[in-house]
């Protein structure tokens, strides 16, 4: 499919101009957006890019006439079909709110009311534009959520909001956005902790329901992929001011301002490839059947969080746990360090088992084996100084003087490009990009042989994304620490890791070297998350070329697992044998591990 | 990022006074806390008369308002032939001004005594409650309910009847009236504070259990206890004065808000109103204060969360 990715010559549908949004607090004004100018024009899918704070959130209420209190808008000019937005009556604004110009914003569940049936939500949202009795505004319901591929609208459109996945309400908020046709939909952030699998499935038909209602997009994100894949053009807001604009192409091959070169920096590093190392390494750590069961309270069903994963980590090697949520990575790495306990299976380090290990030996090991949780700003004491911070594992493992405690620590803050001026600055105030490396500091002062990284850069910026993962990639190949990362972030994996396990409701579905499994995935999963991983390059935009590998439907619950294989109910290749026979991860010619039967035999 | 604008905020914005009203309120209640505590201190001493010796004249009203300038013109010049009575003396010839404001000492000292008694071992309960989660804790926590259940006023009513009627026995009845409160506050904040993730990387760094209890979530939990004190202490004060009107509490002639209103209200009929509405009036100003200060730094604290 074609679309226009040079400017066409038709009006614009919507033109802003020095845009300002002030607020105002007891003794000090600011200005999150702050001169910010852009037009887009009918049909046309525009991307708006940003770090957190950069004021994009702001700019899209902006664009409806609102702004947060004890925000305003004090200055600039909105044309929209002619007319200026700002001097528009509250009745004219009103009517075109919804109408002409539909938002979605993040957390769908909070945006949906919880009393009322979606598709009456859906039928209101119609009718306050447009005359239409009770009955044809269902019907006009049933239509959109139809439109937004929803299973089942007649169903559905009986649905509270807690009775629909997530993926299924940002989908029902879309349907409502759309109901009135309008001719500009602003989505804000649509995809923010939804799966990939599922972002993937959602943005693609939000692509697709907009081609047919003829709307133009402002898609606002902070993922690249998300941008390269489907918009035509990209808007770069930094420090309340558009810095860049230009067509998505020309936007990744030559970034014109420095934020935008900054950001881009990873994917540019990303395709030299990661570092390859020779021959195998010694195992360090040796997960064998690993399984963790969490019993469900009130019954006797049990919540399978880890099902039988073996793995092995060598020194000096960087292993890639992925998965989608829910898929149990996080607690391997948790059971991994004993910080729960696992049900059955074994847990070897260096060579001894440490499984049943007395808490105080455990102690002792911790020394040597680390992990770096996702949110830095809840895995600092807030009350403490950072000089505080990393002296805590010195204290248990390393006693010394207060003085010589204090020298290490501004050391760990040099290893992780950090000024030791901060020892004395509380986490409050400093940012998530500073909080993350000062967990990594505290997580290398010990000088572990192995640490967990548990998505460290999930709630990073893009750009801070992209220093971080540089960071660490230096810090492995300077210290020879052995990484289990773990994340959902493919693009991070690729560059990062020698080696990659993909895990599914508990389970290891393959496991192999980066570039088999990344270049290559043979399990009908990987093939899936991989297809749906937007990975930040405009040449294969995956609105282009459209895709086969896609799952149906939503991970199953972890409480009632499927009896034969856990994917059967979503793969495309399944057939009765793959629902009746459970899957064992089998060895394959090439050196990887494989969970799927019919691929094993050479079937698909 | 934002960039800090200097043109000026106009005057009267509506967007700008619900932060300052919350201020308004803060001060207010600070200056009520700070003048109580000022007068715990020096109000014994600083009265026109002894606030525990009676004065001959029995039952005078206080001066109309109209006769306030004219006596204090009086009462600077020396012309007066003793110390006025701003608020009458009672049918007993107490001066009900010095006893008013030598009260604090008495009601305050109780009240603090009593919150630190309480907040020590509430804090305390509720962090081994809520940190260390097993049926022995569960068991404090169906005590503390049953505790809770009863009516504050008649539980410490009964201890200080069992116990005797002694300061010391209405701090600890007041302390384990308001136990409960601190061990249920405490316990709900170490739940979220225990899974915060600075506990787990302390745990993956080989702290003890004990160490990550008192030095990780002990000081993150402690400001809804600490911020409940003031509402807390503001109900303590009215709680002792209650004790006293029905007996239980202070004994006579110790000067005590509660005991004032109660040896009053019998003449109230009489028309002598003012022995116990001073002292009324002077109660409901502290508790309001104490409660006003406690909400408004709750909304701070939740605000900076």
């Given at each position: 499919?074609?679309?226009?990715?040079?400017?066409?010559?038709?009006a614009?549908?919507?033109?802003?101009?020095?845009?300002?949004v002030?607020?105002?607090?007891?003794?000090?004004?600011?200005?999150?957006?702050?001169?910010?100018?852009f037009?887009?024009n009918?049909?046309?899918?525009?991307?708006?890019?940003?770090?957190?704070?950069?004021?994009?959130?702001?700019?899209?209420?902006?664009?409806?006439?609102?702004?947060?209190?004890?925000?305003?808008?004090?200055?600039?000019?909105?044309?929209?079909?002619?007319r200026?937005?700002?001097?528009?009556?509250?009745?004219?604004?009103?009517?075109?709110?919804?109408?002409?110009?539909?938002?979605?914003?993040?957390?769908?569940?909070a945006?949906?009311?919880?009393?009322?049936?979606?598709?009456?939500?859906?039928?209101?949202?119609?009718?306050?534009?447009?005359?239409?009795?009770?009955?044809?505004?269902?019907?006009?319901?049933?239509?959109?959520?139809?439109?937004?591929?929803?299973?089942?609208?007649?169903?559905?459109?009986?649905?509270?909001?807690?009775?629909?996945?997530?993926?299924?309400?940002?989908?029902a908020?879309?349907?409502?956005?759309?109901?009135?046709?309008?001719?500009?939909?602003?989505?804000?952030?649509?995809?923010?902790?939804?799966?990939?699998?599922?972002?993937?499935q959602?943005?693609?038909?939000?692509?697709?329901?907009?081609?047919?209602?003829?709307?133009?997009?402002?898609?606002?994100?902070?993922?690249?992929?998300?941008?390269?894949?489907?918009?035509?053009?990209?808007?770069?807001?930094?420090?309340?001011?558009?810095?860049?604009?230009?067509?998505?192409?020309?936007?990744?091959?030559a970034?014109?301002?420095?934020?935008?070169?900054?950001?881009?920096?990873?994917?540019?590093?990303?395709?030299a490839?990661?570092p390859?190392?020779?021959?195998?390494?010694?195992?360090?750590?040796?997960?064998?059947?690993?399984?963790?069961?969490?019993?469900?309270r009130?019954?006797?069903k049990?919540?399978?969080?880890?099902?039988?994963?073996?793995l092995?980590?060598?020194k000096?090697?960087?292993?890639?746990?992925?998965?989608?949520?829910?898929?149990?990575?996080?607690?391997v790495?948790?059971?991994l360090?004993?910080?729960?306990?696992?049900?059955?299976?074994?847990?070897a380090?260096?060579?001894?088992?440490?499984?049943?290990?007395?808490?105080?030996?455990m102690?002792?090991?911790?020394?040597?084996?680390?992990?770096v949780?996702?949110?830095?700003f809840?895995?600092?004491?807030?009350?403490?100084?950072?000089?505080?911070?990393?002296?805590?594992?010195?204290?248990?493992?390393?006693?010394?003087?207060?003085?010589?405690?204090?020298?290490?620590?501004?050391?760990?803050?040099?290893?992780?490009?950090?000024?030791?001026?901060?020892?004395?600055?509380?986490?409050?105030?400093?940012?998530?990009?500073?909080?993350?490396?000062?967990?990594?500091?505290?997580?290398?002062?010990?000088?572990?042989?192995?640490v967990?990284?548990?998505?460290?850069?999930?709630?990073?910026?893009?750009?801070?994304?992209?220093?971080?993962i540089?960071?660490?990639?230096?810090l492995?190949?300077?210290?020879?620490?052995?990484?289990?990362?773990?994340?959902?972030?493919?693009?991070?994996v690729?560059?990062?890791?020698?080696?990659?396990?993909?895990?599914?409701?508990?389970?290891?579905?393959?496991?192999?070297?980066?570039?088999?499994?990344?270049?290559?995935?043979?399990?009908?999963?990987?093939?899936?998350?991989?297809?749906?991983?937007?990975?930040?390059?405009?040449?294969?935009?995956?609105?282009d070329?459209p895709?086969?590998?896609?799952?149906?439907?939503?991970?199953?619950?972890?409480?009632?697992?499927?009896?034969?294989?856990?994917?059967?109910?979503?793969?495309?290749?399944?057939?009765?044998?793959?629902?009746?026979?459970?899957?064992?991860?089998?060895p394959?010619?090439?050196?990887?591990?494989?969970?799927?039967?019919?691929?094993?035999?050479?079937?698909? | 990022?934002?960039?800090?604008?200097?043109d000026?905020?106009?005057?009267?914005?509506p967007?700008?006074?619900a932060p300052?009203?919350r201020?308004?309120?803060?001060?207010?209640?600070?200056?009520?806390?700070?003048?109580?505590?000022?007068?715990?201190?020096?109000?014994?001493?600083?009265?026109?008369?002894?606030?525990?010796?009676t004065?001959?004249r029995?039952?005078?009203?206080?001066?109309?308002?109209?006769?306030?300038?004219s006596?204090?013109?009086?009462?600077?010049?020396?012309t007066?032939?003793?110390?006025?009575?701003?608020?009458?003396?009672d049918?007993?010839?107490?001066?009900?001004?010095?006893?008013?404001i030598?009260?604090?000492?008495?009601?305050?000292t109780?009240?603090?005594?009593a919150?630190?008694?309480?907040?020590?071992?509430?804090?305390?309960?509720?962090?081994?409650?809520g940190?260390?989660?097993?049926?022995?804790?569960?068991?404090?926590?169906?005590?503390?309910?049953?505790m809770?259940?009863?009516?504050?006023?008649?539980?410490?009513?009964?201890?200080?009847?069992?116990?005797?009627?002694?300061?010391?026995?209405i701090?600890?009845?007041?302390?384990?009236?308001?136990?409960?409160?601190?061990?249920?506050?405490?316990r709900?904040?170490?739940?979220?504070?225990?899974?915060?993730?600075?506990?787990?990387?302390?745990?993956?760094?080989?702290?003890p259990?004990?160490?990550?209890?008192?030095?990780?979530?002990?000081?993150?939990?402690?400001?809804?206890?600490?911020?409940?004190?003031?509402?807390?202490?503001?109900?303590?004060?009215?709680?002792?004065?209650?004790?006293?009107?029905?007996?239980?509490?202070?004994?006579?002639?110790?000067?005590?808000?509660?005991?004032?209103?109660?040896?009053g209200?019998?003449?109230i009929?009489?028309?002598?109103?003012?022995?116990?509405?001073?002292?009324?009036?002077?109660?409901?100003?502290?508790?309001?204060?104490f409660?006003?200060?406690?909400?408004?730094?709750?909304?701070?604290?939740?605000?900076?969360?």
């Amino acid at each position: 499919m074609n679309t226009p990715v040079n400017t066409p010559l038709s009006a614009p549908l919507i033109e802003v101009r020095d845009l300002q949004v002030t607020y105002r607090t007891d003794k000090v004004a600011t200005r999150p957006v702050d001169g910010v100018s852009f037009a887009i024009n009918p049909r046309e899918v525009v991307g708006l890019i940003g770090d957190a704070g950069s004021g994009k959130s702001t700019t899209a209420l902006a664009l409806l006439g609102l702004a947060r209190p004890p925000g305003r808008i004090t200055g600039g000019q909105i044309r929209f079909d002619g007319r200026d937005l700002l001097t528009l009556p509250d009745t004219d604004l009103r009517d075109i709110r919804g109408r002409d110009i539909g938002i979605i914003v993040q957390n769908p569940r909070a945006s949906l009311n919880p009393m009322l049936r979606v598709g009456r939500q859906i039928g209101f949202a119609y009718q306050a534009h447009n005359p239409a009795t009770e009955a044809e505004a269902r019907k006009q319901a049933v239509e959109m959520l139809r439109m937004v591929g929803i299973n089942d609208p007649e169903r559905r459109a009986e649905a509270f909001a807690h009775e629909l996945s997530g993926g299924m309400a940002q989908r029902a908020l879309i349907a409502m956005a759309l109901s009135s046709r309008p001719k500009l939909l602003i989505a804000d952030e649509p995809t923010s902790g939804l799966d990939v699998t599922i972002q993937a499935q959602f943005l693609d038909q939000m692509w697709q329901t907009v081609q047919e209602t003829g709307s133009a997009i402002l898609l606002i994100t902070q993922e690249l992929g998300v941008i390269a894949n489907y918009c035509d053009r990209v808007l770069v807001l930094h420090d309340g001011r558009i810095v860049e604009d230009a067509p998505v192409r020309q936007f990744f091959d030559a970034p014109a301002h420095p934020y935008s070169q900054e950001v881009l920096g990873l994917r540019r590093s990303a395709d030299a490839a990661a570092p390859v190392r020779e021959g195998t390494a010694a195992p360090l750590v040796t997960l064998d059947a690993l399984t963790k069961h969490f019993p469900l309270r009130g019954s006797d069903k049990v919540v399978q969080a880890v099902d039988k994963v073996t793995l092995t980590i060598g020194k000096g090697e960087a292993v890639g746990l992925v998965g989608e949520s829910g898929s149990g990575k996080t607690t391997v790495g948790r059971c991994l360090l004993q910080l729960v306990p696992p049900t059955s299976g074994r847990i070897a380090f260096a060579g001894s088992d440490i499984t049943a290990l007395p808490p105080t030996e455990m102690r002792a090991l911790r020394e040597k084996m680390q992990i770096v949780f996702q949110d830095p700003f809840d895995s600092l004491n807030p009350r403490w100084t950072l000089a505080q911070i990393l002296a805590e594992p010195l204290k248990i493992h390393a006693p010394a003087s207060a003085a010589a405690h204090r020298t290490r620590a501004a050391e760990a803050l040099r290893l992780v490009d950090l000024d030791p001026a901060l020892l004395d600055r509380r986490p409050r105030g400093l940012g998530a990009s500073t909080l993350q490396r000062v967990n990594i500091a505290r997580a290398l002062i010990l000088n572990p042989e192995f640490v967990v990284l548990d998505e460290p850069t999930s709630v990073l910026a893009p750009r801070a994304r992209t220093s971080l993962i540089g960071l660490l990639a230096r810090l492995q190949a300077e210290l020879g620490i052995s990484f289990l990362f773990i994340s959902h972030d493919l693009t991070t994996v690729r560059y990062l890791c020698q080696r990659v396990a993909v895990m599914y409701l508990g389970q290891i579905v393959e496991q192999g070297t980066v570039e088999q499994v990344f270049n290559n995935p043979r399990h009908p999963y990987s093939q899936a998350l991989l297809s749906a991983h937007l990975f930040p390059d405009p040449t294969w935009r995956r609105v282009d070329h459209p895709v086969r590998e896609a799952l149906q439907g939503e991970i199953p619950s972890p409480i009632d697992v499927p009896k034969g294989c856990y994917l059967a109910s979503r793969c495309p290749h399944a057939v009765d044998a793959c629902r009746a026979v459970p899957q064992v991860l089998e060895p394959l010619a090439d050196g990887r591990n494989l969970r799927c039967a019919r691929v094993v035999k050479g079937e698909v | 990022m934002s960039l800090p604008v200097t043109d000026p905020i106009p005057e009267g914005d509506p967007l700008t006074l619900a932060p300052r009203s919350r201020d308004g309120l803060l001060i207010f209640g600070a200056t009520i806390v700070a003048i109580v505590t000022f007068l715990a201190v020096f109000g014994p001493h600083i009265g026109p008369y002894n606030p525990t010796l009676t004065t001959p004249r029995v039952a005078v009203p206080p001066p109309k308002f109209t006769e306030i300038p004219s006596t204090l013109i009086g009462w600077i010049n020396g012309t007066l032939p003793h110390a006025p009575h701003w608020m009458g003396t009672d049918a007993s010839g107490y001066d009900v001004f010095s006893r008013v404001i030598a009260a604090p000492r008495t009601d305050l000292t109780i009240a603090l005594a009593a919150n630190a008694l309480s907040l020590t071992i509430g804090v305390f309960l509720g962090l081994i409650a809520g940190y260390f989660r097993n049926w022995g804790t569960e068991v404090l926590m169906r005590v503390s309910d049953v505790m809770q259940s009863f009516p504050v006023f008649i539980s410490a009513m009964v201890l200080v009847a069992l116990a005797g009627r002694s300061t010391t026995n209405i701090i600890i009845a007041l302390a384990f009236v308001y136990v409960p409160i601190y061990v249920r506050l405490t316990r709900a904040e170490v739940l979220s504070q225990t899974s915060r993730g600075f506990v787990e990387a302390a745990r993956a760094l080989g702290q003890p259990e004990i160490k990550i209890a008192l030095r990780h979530v002990l000081p993150n939990s402690m400001t809804p206890a600490l911020i409940q004190s003031s509402v807390t202490i503001g109900f303590a004060i009215l709680l002792t004065a209650g004790l006293s009107f029905v007996g239980a509490g202070v004994r006579p002639p110790t000067p005590e808000w509660g005991l004032m209103i109660s040896t009053g209200a019998g003449a109230i009929i009489l028309g002598e109103w003012w022995p116990s509405v001073f002292p009324g009036i002077a109660i409901s100003l502290t508790v309001f204060g104490f409660a006003v200060l406690g909400n408004a730094l709750e909304r701070r604290y939740e605000a900076a969360q």
